[in-house]
């Protein structure tokens, strides 16, 4: 049974940073392509980025791309979103997807 917990959403302001985790139980990071999706009220779901398994390729979204950094850790089995130079339209709920699992979000509010 896979299991996704994020971690470190909070309320910053316009031009801050914040590091999100994804800490899985039931699978390794370094065995599957991982994505961070984000979702606000009245806006549609959007993936923002994404890490390949194999090769370690990442794409970002046009929205996020130049700010924000997906990566992983393996030694501590955790997935990370790096974002930097946030605006207030990245208020949302941000969550790690693997596969059809989803964690439950962490929220992140710019102001």
């Known amino acids: 049974h896979v299991q996704l917990v994020e971690s470190g959403g909070g309320s910053v302001q316009t031009g801050g940073s914040l590091r999100l985790s994804c800490a899985p139980s039931g699978l390794s990071v370094s065995d599957f392509s991982m994505a961070w999706f984000r979702q606000s009220p009245g806006k549609e779901r959007e993936g923002v980025a994404c890490i390949n398994t194999s090769s370690g390729t990442t794409h970002y979204s046009d929205s996020v ?47």
């Open 65 to 111: 791309k130049g700010r924000f950094t997906i990566s992983r850790d393996n030694a501590k089995n955790t997935l990370y979103l790096q974002m930097n130079s946030l605006k207030t339209e990245d208020t949302a709920l941000y969550y790690c997807v693997k596969g059809s699992s989803r964690g439950q979000g962490t929220q992140v509010t710019v102001s």
